[in-house]
Each structure stands twice: as structure tokens, then as C-alpha cells.
């Protein structure tokens, strides 16, 4: 027992946890055909079926109610400014499994030759707004408010002490839907973290439908007809997002150190926190000489690589590997697609880059700019 | 599209059953209703309504059996029955008249329902000339032609009015000649009740009180209102279960929200409900009474409830309503696990100030009375803080309390010439093997050094060595001493006065520390002495301590040089030889190199460090490392270090340790222990390098705090202390106003807690720690002195046939050092400033002495004024007496005074003629010197009463209160007697 806790500790480290959720994501919601052969060759889609929904859910109550033996999980688990992160849990999972299935009978019909679900079933074709759906909704609604009222009876607002601008909590955390974005902020500084990369997050994750220039996939359920651009939305959403926050609520203790499900939240725990800047990788460890005194000459690898990646990289794929997708898309959106999803995708770059080369910042000019 | 749409509207195209969702909704709406009871049962469900209510019940209990008793009571009272049964024959007789009564009472009645019709007639007409003359003004000011029209309405009104008025004023005069002649009937009725009600007033009260609470008593709409007002949702309105007339909102003390005060409110006693009234004490808690209410809440108490509160002494969440979220805290984990089972209870983690726990409550007192010493009622804070100061904890914590104090211990600038090297290098190891209550902590041999033994054993000696190179040299005073009587010398050390303050060889120490044993600590105990050092040091030092260190606290006992060579033989016959006798270790190169190393590496390189020890010889090494050690250790702390004169204190600051947070007390891996500020305390105090326990760390790196030894008790006084040292809050500190007599008393305090003055002396009611040892001295060397005495001298001075009936308690009295208790008001401000500053013998039959303290003018002046001020007595000018010797009130003082009369001098020395005709222990001090000596007004009172002023005095009371005079002169008037006495008595020191 203390063995598998030993080892999910482990396993929940962001540093082996987020690599192979980030590998096992793309054959789960496989991007292209290459990936949805083996989507399909691993059984992953039968995920989407309501046995797999059963198991699936199942485990994971199964999993919580076992873990929850734990003092340590339980403690973190059952405070109450976390309970709200476990039903976002399970309500994620629930909700991508409901649509998910959805998107696979209609595949499956596609296939055979059939419409799409929502052309036959005479319940999801038209329902009456009046009396049904604002009726199930008023039932919806009654239901909420009970169900609010006796949370909020059993598990109580957690007050704390008079507030004191001398004395902050550790960990001192922000409220449960910014917990990513204090993540972030162990990778990048703040104006990016904070400023940027949230806002062309949320912007590319409210473009991607709009970049989707295919009208084959549209007005049913279906996953396989707009693989890439649900599997890149799921990607920014479930991985840039809920898991932050899920390692954010559940994973980051004191002094925001990270603590896997099972350990004490030890006030003193020690990390090495040993960083260095890309220059110094470059220049000392590479090329064994001190750095440069010119400032564009010391960081000109990082700031050329940025610019490489962001500005020649699209043209060059353009010309080569998604030369069919450009064309599909046009100049203005494939550019567009291009800059918001390697933008978004610096974040896990970033964050790899960390946890294998100790990188502090790619590119940094002290009081200037540091990426 | 057309036919969907032409039956769009048909419900029988549904898709969902209209039924099934009728179900689901009347389901939900069911859950709903339910959650929305549950919500207003929750709100209604609480702790503190069912304490309520049950205090009802016991306070029910309370007043009807009060209520019985006084009944009792009066039921035997003849008054009572007299009264009551002239109550029934007046009635009886008024009974007769019932039916003219009741004509006469209907008659009232009616003239009253007029009256009120016509008062209510009146009223409405005054409104409406009210509304009218603001119509006029108003017409009149804006020019309105209507002005006049309703001018003249305005007149009518007016004129109706006063019509009205004198209809009512004929009708009330109507009323109160009915009401007369009703009065007038049934006044001697009336009149007896009323006597009767003086007499049963408390019994009447008891009764309504229980008419209160009693719902038998209550008619039946009462006793239904009683019952709904308290029903869920009904208590919204004006329930008798309520929070609102229970809580304190405590005047001029707020809450600090760090942005801002908020007014304190104190809901403990919406629980606490007996808190502040007698006649609960038998009651668990939360009805049981207050356990001292002269001191706390009652209205004429120092603290009253409405100015303090609850939570200005107990801490905790005023505002909490439920005993978890009161910040209740347990006293012990077992009290913990017992709250938890019967009350749920928790930690309440998220509240800075949670309440003290039981045994530390005192430490509330020293948020407001920091400045004092002691503390009336606070026992446990007072040792705390006397502990305190006697393990100097100020010399390495700077504590607010104690800046500017002398450092603790002996000096160490001459050591050499006091001990030998190798007792120093064991004593330094290991203080309490050659005095098991020594104040000497240890620091080596701890818990987390014994495994580095050799490296410590060389540290110890690497300090001792650098102590003795640099130890100057010390000139004694005296290079031979003559030859002592170590048994004179016992007799010696038990009646000089030593045991004040010293524990002697053979004394045993009480099992737990009480204060009163703390200050016969006040000196290190006598035991082992001729161990330690020579008897030619002693014999030095005991003539003149301050010679050897000038800032010591030993006084001067003014010894002969006789008396001091007899002490010191006596003292150095105690001997502990197998403490130090192997010789300490030789000086190891490689340990003391590595010492060297970690001291010297973040000047320079471990290169450069290397290559400096190299040059350095043994000694040079040793040297270097002992100076190093002692910074380390923070020796100076506590010793006068030669090279370490002005070094700053060591350890963390004591000042707001209460408040710090938790997060910066280091628990290591001491997971067991709670993680609660005073737990920690306790556990640093009884082993201070426990947390080092399991932790990798370099030696010099591990805790450095040495291990006092402290017991149990005085672990428990200490945290008390610790847990007062919080952040001033001006608000409450402004609750003991600085005057000018609480300045000068704290000072006196402080200073007589320095110099131990309660070792010997009763000082405002407390000290006197000596007492036990005069009892000894009395049973065990008085007795055998005298004996011997009427052996050699065969002279009988009536000691021995009195001895039987002699009170035991008397006679230590009699031999005790005086009880200094109101001595401000005794004495003059200047004869106590030259007697402190020069003793002089005042009481020669006593052996104990008052030693010479060579106080500063400043101290002596603290003292003086400190004993005046706590007196509330004229500082430090007073006017003298003046005597007139040819009056004839001074001959008469005169008479009375010879031995004809009162016979003063059968007691008191006079001039110093010691008294002829009474024993020893029955002599009082000398009157030739109480012109100088004494206030005037203060004679007269004692010669009034003595036995208020010091109960168990031997003076006799010659004018006891309702009694004749015992002597006939100046026309018998006791106050013109004693003040002839008095004036006679200050001419006796002025004549010789």
C-alpha cells in the first residue's frame, strides 16, 4: 500500500505526470489519421461507449474513495475550498464523456452511411421550448438550489482570521479558476503568465471553431470529421486548464512546492531550486567561455530561436509538412492558427525545458524583458 | 416543416411525458422545501439556545428554592406575621364597606373613560390648529388672498381648543376627587401593606423573578406567547432565547482588524450565563459562577464585565457563539480528546488570539500589568516571571521587562583567582553534578551533543583556558585570615541571615518551586564550597563582596573579621572532592583545528584558514577557539567575561513571542507534538535541543539554548510568562494608568525583587521566606545558646519558665526580620533613606542582620519613595512634630509613660537602656530613636490599634474601643494621651 502510494506520489510529480498525460492525450483525442489508427488500435474510443463511461467513472470514485483512507489526501481532499475542484473533476469527465459519446455514434453512422443522430431522433430534432425544456430547466433550476443550500449547510464558508498584510498564508493561493494561472507563473513572468498567455488561451480556444473552415463536421455531434481542432480545443482546455488547477488545488503546498497526493504539506521541505538562463547554457556549459559582454550577442540564441519559432516555422511548414492543411485553411487563417497555437504550446515547451535543463528563461534581459 | 408546425402546438407531439415531468417536479419541488427547513433548522438548532434553555430550568431551580427559604424565613419572622396579620384584620374590616367600595370604583371608572374620551377629543382639535396655523403662515408668506379667510379658521380652531381643555381639566378634576375619596377609605389597607412589603421585599422580588420564568405561573397568554416566541421562524421576532441581551460590547476596548477597530463584543456569556452571579458555583460549566469574582466582573470588582469583557484577559473569538468557534483551548490533549467527543470540538486554526488554556490565563493579566513585578492573584505569572529573572533569561532573550538588568551570574574576570582550571572544565560540563539545583544550566552532555562528547570535552576546556589566560589579577584585601570555627561558623550562617537567600549545605529544597522558595534561591546554595575554592577566597569575599565584582547582589553583612573567618571555615568544610577529579582532556590539534575551521572559513578560504592555523601553536589554537565558543555560547550573558564586556545578547527576542507565528517556531520532526505556540514553549523549556532530535546538522549549527532543568511547576510558570510577552495593544495598557504612586511602586518592585528584600522581610503582605529557618534556629541554636548561657552565667531572665506556655508562631515572629508591610506609612521618607544607605541596629536582641547594600542615591531614593508612595503617604518632604516640654500635656505624657503607668520601657529599649523585668523575646525596638525615626501620625495609630497594623504584635492595646481610658490623665481623652505620649516619646531622642 505505502509502495502505490509511494509511486503515485511520483507519478504525480507535473514533471512525469503532464509528459505522458500530454503523449497518452493525442491517442486519446487523436489530432490526425496517424493518430486515430491508433486511437482505434489501443481501444481509447471505446472510452466513449456507456460500459467504458461506467468503468471509467467507476475507477475514479473508486479510486477517491480508497485514496480518501489516506489522512493526508483526505485532509487536502475534504477542505472545503477544494471540494468544488473534485466535482469540476468528475463533471469534466462526465460532460467530455456525454458529448464524446455522442460524437461516436454519429461517426459510427457517418461510417455506415447513415445521418447523424440529431437527423433521426425525433427528441433531439425538435423539442417544444414550451412547456418541456423551460419546464426541465425549472426542474434543473429547483434542484441546483436545493442541492446549493445543503452544501453550503454541511460544508461551511471557510473563514479565516482578520486579514493581515503582514502575515500571508503559505501556500497563498488564488481563487480555484486562476490556479493556472499561478502555475504559469512558476514558468513565466508575470506580465505573460498572467497577461498574455491567458488572454491568447481563452482568445485561441474562442477562435478555434471559427478557424475551422471544413462545414463537413457541422451542426452534429462528430469528432472524427474536426479531429485536429477538438483535439487542439481539448488539449488548451484540459491540459493548460483543469490540470493546472487540479495541481494547483490538490498537488502545490507550502512555499508552492509541489507534494504528490499522499504527503504532508511539510513547511520545510527543501527543493534544489537551481535555474540557469539559456545564454549560460550556452556559453558556459556549451562553449566553455564567460558570457558576453553585448547583451544581443549573450541572448542572441534565445531571441533568434523566438523569432525562428514563432516567424519562420509557419512558412516553412506551410511549404512542407501541413502543406494541404494551408491550403485548405488560406494565407490569413493558417497564420493566425499558426501563431495562437505556438504560442500555446510555448507554455508546455516551456515547462519541459524546466524540468529537463533547469531552463530559467530562454531569453533574458534583466529588467527588460525575460521569456 | 408545415404539418411540424401546424401540430407544433398539440401536446400529444411531445416528446417527453408531461406526466412523468409533473412527478419529477413535484419531487423536486419537495427536496426543495426540505432543504429550505433544513436551512431554517440549522439556523435554529444551536449550542447555545439549548444552554439557554437549560439555564432556565436551573435558574427555575435556583429562585423557587431561594424563594422557599425566604419564605421560611419570613413565615418565622414575628414581624412578618404581625404585619401580615394586620394586612388580613384591616381587610376584613374594609370588607364591610365592599359594596359602597365597588359603587364608589364604578362611579371612577366611568369618570375616567370620559376623561379619556375628552383628552382624545382635545388632542385631535390641537392637531388640526396646529395644521392650520402653518396654513396661515404659509398663505401669509406667499401674499395668498386666502390668508385671512383662513385666519379667521384658525381663531375658531383655537377658541374650540381652549373650550376642549376645560372640559378635560373639569373632568380630571372630577376623577381625583373620586380617586380621593376612594384613597381615603382604603389608606390604613394601603399604609399596612405597604410596612408589609419592606419586610418581604426580597421574597417579592424572588416571586417575580420566578413569575418570569415559572410558565406554571404565567396565565395562559402569557405562557402561549412564552412558548411561540421561541418557535423556529417566531424567534425572529422578539424571542426569549436570543444572543442580542447577553452579549457585552465591551466599553473602550476594540478589536484590532489590522485595517481597521471594530467595537469587541463578547458573546461568552450568551453560554456563561452564571458567570457574574453568585449562587452558581455549584453548576458545570457554562452556568458555573466566576471563581473569583471580588477580583473579576462583579460592578465594584478592579475588572467589572461591562468595561473588560471576557476575551481581554481569555483571549479567543469573542463573537463565536458555539464553543468550537469561541476558540476554546483544551489545557491538555486528554481535555482535547474529551472536548472532541462531547463537544466536536477543534482547533480553531484561522484565529491569531485563541483562548488561553486554563492553566495559563494569567498571562491575560500581563497584557495591562507589564509593568508590575508581582501581580495581585497572579501566582503562577509572578514565579514565572521571578523564574524569569533568576535564570537571567534576559541576558541572552532581550526581554522589554528587563533592559538594563545586571547580568545573572558571578563575575568572571578574576577566575583564576577563585578556582582551579579543572574545576571550572567539570563545572562547565556538568553543573548539576556538583549542585543538583544550581541556576548554572547545562549545555554540554544534551541531547543533541552527547554524540560529539570529544569535541564538546575539548570546546569546555578550550573556554576555561581562554577564561583563566585572560582572568586579571585580583587584589585581595586581606592575604591571611584568622584561624576559624567551622561549628561557630554554623551557628554563624543560621543567624545572620544568610538563609534569605541562600540554600545551606544539608537543607533540603522543596519538591515543587513555590516563589516564596525561589527567593531562599536568590544565591547559589552553600554546598561543596571547599571543593570549589579556598576558605581565604570566601573569607575575602565575605568581607567585602563588592571588591571582588562590583555589581554583585551579595550584600554586605559587615562581618568581623572573626565572624568571617568562622563563616568561611564553616562553608569550606563542605566538600564534593570526587566531582572534579580527573583532569580534563589534553588539547587535541585535529578538534581544535576543526573547531578553529568553522569559525575562521567565511572570513577567508578554507586555504588561507589552514594556512593561518599552521602558524598557530596549541595554546594559540585553544585560545583562539575558547574566545569563539564563548561568543557562540553567549556566555556573557549571564557572566562579566573579560573581552566580552559589551557584547550583544544571543539569543531571539522575547518581546511579542506570544504573538509569533507558528509557522517561525521550529518543531522539527517532533510531529507528535501539537502545533500550538505554548506546547512548543513547554517542550523548549523542559528540553531545549529536542528539536534537534533526527535532524542532520553540523555542530555548529545545532541549538545552542542549555538545558535548565526546570521542573514541572515551574515550566508550567515560565510559559505563563512567555505567553503574556505579547504585542502592547495601547488600549489596553491605557486600562492601568500611569499615576505617578503605580511609577514609583513598580520601580520599588523591581528593585526589591533584585535585591530579594522578601527573602527576609513581609513586603506588602508577601516574602519572608526566612520565616522556617528562624523556627530552626530558634528550636535548634537559640535554645542550646541560652542553655549554655544560664550554665555559665546561672542568671535566670525568665526565659525558661515561660517556655511552655510561649506561642511558637510569636516567638519566630519575635525573632523574624520586621514585616515591612506599610512601612511607608511608618517611618520618615529621610530616616529610611539614611538607614538603607548605613543600616543601624534597631532590634539588637535579633542575630539577624540587616546587611549594607551599597544602594546608588538613585536606588535609594526608589526604595524610599517606592515605600511612601505604596503607603499613600506625604513624599519626601513630611513636617515634624514639634514637642512642647512645658506643656502640661507633655508632664502628663511623661507619668503615663514611667513605669507608674503604662510602663513603656518594660518592652521598649529606651536610649539604649535595654528593659529590666522582661525577656528577650519580649523587647521592643528603641523610642529614644523614633523622632528620627518614625511618623508622627503613625504612632498615634499604632498606639490606637497595633494589632491592625501588624496582627500578632506583642504591644498592647491600652485603648480599647469602647473602654475607659486605663490611666486618668489629661481628663481621661485617649487621643490627647496618646499624642502627650507620642510628644514625649520624640522628646526622648532630642534630649540625649
Redesign the interface.
Known amino acids: 500500500m505505502e509502495t502505490l502510494k509511494h509511486l503515485l506520489n511520483l507519478l504525480s510529480d507535473p514533471r512525469i505526470s503532464f509528459p505522458i498525460l500530454m503523449i497518452l492525450f493525442f491517442f486519446i483525442f487523436p489530432p490526425t489519421a496517424w493518430f486515430e489508427k491508433w486511437n482505434k488500435r489501443l481501444h481509447f474510443d471505446r472510452l466513449w461507449t456507456p460500459v467504458g463511461g461506467l468503468v471509467m467513472h467507476g475507477l475514479m470514485l473508486v479510486a477517491l474513495v480508497a485514496a480518501t483512507l489516506d489522512p493526508n489526501f483526505r485532509l487536502i481532499v475534504t477542505k472545503p475550498d477544494n471540494v468544488p475542484i473534485v466535482i469540476l473533476i468528475f463533471g469534466s469527465v462526465y460532460f467530455l464523456w456525454l458529448s464524446m459519446r455522442q460524437a461516436r455514434d454519429n461517426d459510427q453512422r457517418l461510417e455506415a452511411g447513415e445521418k447523424p443522430d440529431e437527423y433521426c431522433d425525433p427528441k433531439r430534432r425538435d423539442i417544444l421550448v414550451w412547456p418541456d425544456v423551460l419546464y426541465i430547466e425549472l426542474i434543473a433550476m429547483i434542484l441546483c438550489m436545493a442541492f446549493i443550500i445543503i452544501w453550503s449547510l454541511y460544508l461551511q464558508a471557510p473563514l479565516e482570521q482578520p486579514a493581515n498584510p503582514a502575515l500571508a498564508p503559505n501556500p497563498a493561493k488564488a481563487p480555484w479558476y486562476f490556479l493556472a494561472l499561478q502555475e504559469m507563473l512558476v514558468y513565466f513572468d508575470p506580465w505573460l503568465a498572467g497577461v498574455v498567455f491567458p488572454t491568447l488561451i481563452i482568445v485561441g480556444l474562442i477562435a478555434l471553431p471559427y478557424l475551422d473552415s471544413d462545414r463537413a463536421g457541422s451542426g452534429f455531434y462528430s469528432f472524427s470529421r474536426r479531429k485536429l481542432f477538438i483535439s487542439l480545443f481539448c488539449f488548451g482546455w484540459l491540459l493548460l486548464w483543469v490540470y493546472l488547477i487540479i495541481v494547483g488545488t490538490f498537488l502545490r503546498g507550502p512555499n508552492w512546492n509541489f507534494f504528490g497526493p499522499f504527503e504532508v504539506w511539510d513547511a520545510h521541505k527543501v527543493v534544489p531550486m537551481n535555474n540557469v538562463n539559456l545564454s549560460e547554457l550556452i556559453w558556459i556549459k556549451l562553449l566553455h567561455r564567460p558570457l558576453p559582454n553585448s547583451i544581443l550577442l549573450r541572448e542572441a540564441v534565445g531571441i533568434l530561436g523566438l523569432l525562428g519559432y514563432l516567424f519562420v516555422l509557419p512558412p516553412l511548414l506551410e511549404k512542407s509538412a501541413l502543406k494541404r492543411f494551408a491550403g485548405q485553411m488560406g494565407r490569413m487563417r493558417y497564420g493566425l492558427f499558426m501563431f495562437l497555437s505556438l504560442m500555446g504550446l510555448l507554455l508546455p515547451i516551456k515547462m519541459i525545458l524546466r524540468w529537463t535543463l533547469s531552463l530559467k528563461y530562454l531569453v533574458s534581459i534583466p529588467g527588460w524583458f525575460n521569456i | 416543416m408545415a404539418d411540424?408546425k401546424e401540430n407544433?402546438h398539440e401536446w400529444d407531439?411531445?416528446?417527453?411525458s408531461?406526466h412523468l415531468?409533473n412527478i419529477?417536479?413535484a419531487l423536486?419541488?419537495l427536496?426543495?422545501l426540505?432543504?429550505?427547513i433544513?436551512?431554517f433548522w440549522?439556523d435554529y438548532d444551536r449550542e447555545w439556545r439549548t444552554h439557554q434553555r437549560s439555564f432556565r430550568q436551573v435558574e427555575l431551580a435556583k429562585t423557587q428554592e431561594a424563594l422557599a427559604i425566604e419564605q421560611e424565613r419570613l413565615t418565622s419572622a414575628s414581624s412578618y406575621t404581625t404585619l401580615s396579620n394586620r394586612v388580613a384584620e384591616l381587610e376584613a374590616a374594609q370588607a364591610a364597606q365592599k359594596s359602597e367600595l365597588d359603587a364608589m370604583a364604578v362611579d371612577r371608572d366611568k369618570a375616567d373613560k370620559k376623561l379619556g374620551v375628552a383628552t382624545q377629543d382635545l388632542n385631535f382639535e390641537k392637531a388640526e390648529a396646529s395644521a392650520m396655523r402653518y396654513r396661515v403662515e404659509a398663505a401669509h408668506g406667499e401674499h395668498d388672498h386666502k390668508a385671512e379667510a383662513l385666519r379667521a379658521a384658525y381663531e375658531k380652531l383655537t377658541l374650540s381648543v381652549s373650550t376642549k381643555s376645560s372640559v378635560v381639566d373639569g373632568l380630571q378634576a372630577e376623577l381625583e376627587a373620586l380617586t380621593a375619596a376612594m384613597t381615603a377609605r382604603t389608606a390604613a389597607v394601603d399604609e399596612a401593606r405597604k410596612e408589609l412589603g419592606k419586610v418581604t421585599l426580597q421574597r417579592d422580588l424572588l416571586a417575580l423573578r420566578l413569575s418570569k420564568l415559572d410558565p406554571s405561573k404565567m396565565d395562559v397568554a402569557t405562557r402561549l406567547g412564552d412558548t411561540v416566541r421561541d418557535l423556529p421562524l417566531m424567534d425572529a421576532l422578539n424571542p426569549r432565547y436570543n444572543i442580542r441581551d447577553h452579549q457585552i460590547i465591551v466599553e473602550g476596548i476594540t478589536e484590532?482588524?489590522?485595517?481597521d477597530r471594530v467595537p469587541r463584543v463578547d458573546r461568552c456569556t450568551v453560554c456563561h450565563l452564571g458567570i457574574d452571579r453568585k449562587g452558581f458555583e455549584d453548576q458545570p460549566n457554562p452556568f458555573k459562577t466566576h471563581p473569583d469574582l471580588d477580583l473579576f466582573l462583579g460592578l465594584s470588582s478592579p475588572h467589572p464585565l461591562k468595561e473588560f469583557g471576557c476575551t481581554s484577559c481569555h483571549g479567543g473569538r469573542g463573537r463565536g457563539t458555539s464553543f468550537t468557534s469561541a476558540a476554546h483551548m483544551p489545557r491538555s490533549p486528554e481535555q482535547a480528546a474529551e472536548w472532541k467527543e462531547e463537544y466536536g470540538w477543534h482547533e480553531l486554526h484561522?484565529?491569531?488570539r485563541p483562548m488561553r488554556p486554563a492553566q495559563y490565563t494569567q498571562a491575560g493579566c500581563f497584557e495591562c500589568h507589564s509593568g508590575a513585578s508581582q501581580t495581585t492573584g497572579a501566582d503562577s505569572l509572578n514565579l514565572g516571571l521571578a523564574v524569569v529573572e533568576r535564570a537571567g533569561c534576559y541576558g541572552c532573550h532581550e526581554i522589554e521587562k528587563y533592559v538594563g538588568r545586571s547580568r545573572v551570574g558571578p563575575t568572571l574576570q578574576h577566575i583564576a583567582s577563585k578556582v582551579t582550571p579543572q574545576w571550572a572544565y567539570h563545572w562547565l560540563n556538568d553543573p548539576k553534578g556538583f549542585r543538583d539545583h544550581t541556576w548554572m544550566p547545562s549545555f554540554f552532555n544534551q541531547t543533541n551533543n552527547s554524540d560529539i562528547k570529544d569535541r564538546t570535552d575539548q570546546e569546555a576546556n578550550a573556554m576555561v583556558q581562554y577564561l583563566m589566560r585572560e582572568s586579571r589579577a585580583h587584589e585581595a584585601a586581606h592575604e591571611s585570615m584568622p584561624t576559624g570555627d567551622a561549628e561557630r561558623g554554623r551557628v554563624l550562617t543560621r543567624s545572620l541571615g544568610c538563609q534569605g537567600c541562600h540554600m545551606l549545605d544539608g537543607e533540603t529544597y522543596p519538591e515543587t518551586l513555590t516563589i516564596q522558595s525561589l527567593r531562599r534561591q536568590q544565591g547559589p546554595g552553600l554546598t561543596g564550597i571547599g571543593s570549589k575554592t579556598t576558605a581565604l577566597w570566601v573569607f575575602n569575599w565575605l568581607k567585602d563582596p563588592r571588591a571582588y565584582h562590583p555589581a554583585t547582589r551579595m550584600p554586605n553583612l559587615r562581618l568581623s573579621d572573626q565572624e568571617a573567618a568562622d563563616t568561611a571555615a564553616y562553608l569550606v568544610s563542605s566538600r564534593k572532592d570526587d566531582f572534579a577529579a580527573t583532569p580534563p582532556p589534553a588539547p587535541a590539534a585535529e578538534a581544535l583545528d576543526a573547531i578553529a575551521l568553522e569559525f575562521m572559513v567565511p572570513g577567508m578560504t578554507r586555504a588561507q584558514a589552514t594556512q593561518a592555523l599552521a602558524t598557530m601553536s596549541l595554546d594559540e589554537k585553544q585560545q583562539y577557539c575558547g574566545s569563539k565558543l564563548i561568543r557562540r555560547y553567549g556566555c556573557f550573558g549571564c557572566h562579566d567575561i573579560p573581552g566580552f564586556e559589551d557584547a550583544r545578547p544571543i539569543g531571539t527576542t522575547l518581546n511579542e513571542i506570544a504573538d509569533k507565528?507558528i509557522?517561525k517556531l521550529?518543531f522539527g520532526l517532533q510531529h507528535d507534538l501539537p502545533h500550538i505556540n505554548y506546547a512548543w514553549f513547554e517542550q523548549k523549556l523542559a528540553n531545549p535541543r529536542l528539536f534537534d532530535e533526527g535532524m542532520v546538522k553540523e555542530p555548529k549549527d545545532r541549538l545552542r539554548m542549555p538545558n535548565f532543568h526546570l521542573e514541572p511547576a515551574a515550566i508550567n510558570a515560565v510559559v505563563t510568562a512567555l505567553l503574556g510577552f505579547t504585542k502592547p495593544d495601547d488600549e489596553l495598557k491605557k486600562m492601568v494608568p500611569r499615576t505617578p504612586r503605580r511609577i514609583f511602586v513598580e520601580k520599588g518592585e523591581a528593585l526589591a525583587g533584585e535585591l530579594n528584600c522578601r527573602g527576609c522581610h513581609v513586603l506588602r503582605g508577601d516574602g519572608g521566606a526566612i520565616k522556617d529557618s528562624v523556627a530552626y534556629w530558634l528550636e535548634h541554636i537559640k535554645t542550646n545558646s541560652d542553655a549554655s548561657e544560664e550554665d555559665d552565667s546561672g542568671e535566670d531572665d525568665g526565659w525558661g519558665e515561660e517556655e511552655e506556655e510561649i506561642d511558637v508562631a510569636a516567638l519566630a515572629r519575635a525573632y523574624s526580620p520586621p514585616n515591612l508591610t506599610g512601612e511607608g506609612a511608618k517611618v520618615q521618607p529621610t530616616w529610611l533613606f539614611h538607614f538603607l544607605q548605613a543600616p543601624e541596629t534597631i532590634r539588637p536582641w535579633l542575630t539577624l542582620r540587616m546587611p549594607s547594600y551599597g544602594l546608588s542615591d538613585d536606588q535609594l531614593n526608589t526604595l524610599t519613595a517606592f515605600f511612601s508612595y505604596d503607603a499613600e503617604k506625604p513624599f519626601p518632604f513630611v513636617s515634624q512634630t514639634v514637642v512642647d516640654t512645658n506643656s502640661a500635656a507633655y508632664a502628663a505624657g511623661r507619668e503615663m509613660f514611667s513605669p507608674s503607668a503604662m510602663s513603656c520601657a518594660r518592652c521598649h529599649i529606651t536610649g539604649g537602656q535595654t528593659p529590666i523585668g522582661s525577656s528577650e523575646d519580649n523587647w521592643a525596638p528603641d523610642l529614644a530613636k523614633a523622632h528620627a525615626r518614625l511618623r508622627g501620625d503613625w504612632i498615634l495609630t499604632w498606639l490606637q490599634n497595633p494589632q491592625a497594623i501588624e496582627p500578632g504584635t506583642k504591644m498592647p492595646m491600652y485603648w480599647a474601643p469602647g473602654e475607659q481610658s486605663p490611666v486618668p490623665h489629661l481628663d481621661g481623652d485617649p487621643q490627647r494621651q496618646r499624642e502627650a505620649i507620642r510628644d514625649y516619646m520624640f522628646s526622648l531622642g532630642n534630649t540625649q
Open positions: 411540424k407544433s407531439q411531445r416528446h417527453y408531461a415531468l419529477i417536479f423536486s419541488s427536496i426543495f426540505a432543504s429550505m433544513l436551512m440549522k484590532d482588524l489590522i485595517f484561522h484565529w491569531d507565528s509557522s521550529d
